[in-house]
């Protein structure tokens, strides 16, 4: 017999939900085959088999929480699935007792018949009103549908009322609504949220960004760069190193606020939200001012792709600096981001949208996209938090400035 085992559950995670399992009692497993799926505040975890066997037992039920250490059920090792039970064997059937025989019943007198043949002439007014002639009872010789039969016929449908539709019976209240408990990784995020906006005193400013020449940098040099690099050129690595030149500009929203003390971070691990079908998380990328613009794309591509599969660790979930989220793919055009406690400061960025702008003294037609700096007040001040945007649109709108580290 072996145990299945709650794992480890990472750094300050103290318990999990058991979300679903892959088995029933009485199937066959496989050793490293995944049986049960928990979910943490902050990642799922997928627990395998720890034998080849049978499932025997399961201790922890879909929906119940469990500790580190917990045993979730048991495998008997090299045991064969459990068989359907043989049905029984079908009793023999009685033998039929003679029924007794009825006595003769008299000739009734002859009546219509429906779905007698027609008569030449009914046979065309049946075809010329689409009758149903099967309905129709003759009253000719040997239950021939006569004409007459037919003109009744479809006088009687003429004469016929119109059928009255039965009234809709009222909806039930359960057909109207579904209630679906929150997962543990849907109620994390509500209290980390709600929990951001009771302590920091939250502030968003907002500038707009001209994505012209970025979008041209881009255009030129996208097929090179993922020919040369194997990963293809976005916006976020540009926007993750003009947020990364920023913070270095104004340290303030780089930092946090622990008790009465200030904590100013000298590295640069930014968050990037992802949208997935559990709900967003932010995984960080570690020290991303040292890496290129290709490297942010390859950290980036491959968190998102753990993140879609359920695989990120908990590690890849901690210690973040500073957080971009990109409400633009889904069309958002403009909005507040909250912030990502115990951050200081979250940047927004949204969907690019032609507009008309005044150039050199000229109305022009421009890519622009709005930018919200969501950030705590007491570290940020309002020059700062504007000082940040406008670093962050000069490096977006002169791309040179990222090569130049200005």
């Known amino acids: 017999m072996a145990d299945i085992m709650t794992p480890a559950l990472g750094e300050s995670v103290t318990e999990a939900t058991v979300a679903r399992w892959a088995k ?23 627990v395998a088999a720890p034998a080849d066997g049978v499932l025997e037992s399961i201790s922890a039920e879909e929906g119940a929480t469990v500790e580190p250490g917990a045993i979730l059920g048991r495998v008997t090792e090299g045991g064969a699935a459990a068989k359907p039970a043989a049905a029984p064997a079908a009793a023999a059937p009685a033998p039929k007792a003679e029924a007794p025989k009825p006595a003769p019943a008299p000739t009734p007198a002859p009546a219509p018949v429906a779905g007698a043949p027609l008569a030449p002439s009914a046979q065309r007014i049946v075809a010329e009103n689409n009758l149903d002639a099967g309905a129709i009872a003759g009253s000719g010789k ?9 003109i009744a016929a479809l006088e009687a449908r003429a004469n016929a ?28 995020i509500a209290r980390r949220l709600k929990e951001a906006q009771n302590a920091a005193a939250m502030l968003t400013t907002f500038n707009e960004v001209d994505m012209t020449a970025v979008m041209a940098l881009r255009n030129q040099y996208k097929d090179v760069f993922e020919k040369s690099h194997g990963v293809k050129l976005g916006f976020m690595s540009f926007f993750v190193k003009a947020v990364i030149q920023a913070l270095k500009h104004v340290p303030d929203v780089n930092a946090e606020i622990e008790g009465t003390d200030i904590i100013y971070k000298n590295h640069y691990d930014i968050g990037v939200a992802v949208g997935t079908e559990k709900g967003l998380v932010v995984p960080v990328v570690r020290d991303a001012d040292a890496m290129s613009l290709a490297g942010v794309e390859k950290a980036i591509g491959a968190l998102g792709k753990k993140a879609r599969d359920g695989q990120l660790a908990m590690d890849d979930l901690q210690g973040g600096t500073f957080t971009i989220s990109n409400g633009g793919v889904y069309g958002s055009l403009m909005s507040t981001p909250i912030l990502n406690a115990p951050q200081s400061g979250i940047l927004g960025m949204h969907k690019i949208q032609d507009r008309p702008m005044a150039v050199n003294g000229q109305v022009v037609i421009r890519p622009m996209m709005y930018l919200a700096l969501s950030y705590d007040h007491r570290v940020v001040d309002g020059q700062g938090a504007v000082t940040f945007l406008v670093k962050v649109k000069e490096a977006i709108e002169d791309p040179q400035r990222l090569l130049l580290d200005l």
Not at 27 to 41: G, Q
Not at 142 to 150: E, F, I, L, P, Q
């Open 24 to 46: 029933k009692p009485g199937e066959a497993v496989r050793k490293d085959e995944i049986l049960v799926e928990l979910e943490t505040d902050k990642v799922s975890l997928e």
């Open 142 to 150: 040997g239950g021939r549908v006569t004409k007459g039969d037919a």
């Open 161 to 188: 009322p119109a059928p009255v539709a039965a009234p809709a019976a009222p909806r039930a209240i359960h057909e109207l609504e579904q209630r679906v408990r929150m997962t543990r990784l849907r109620q994390t």
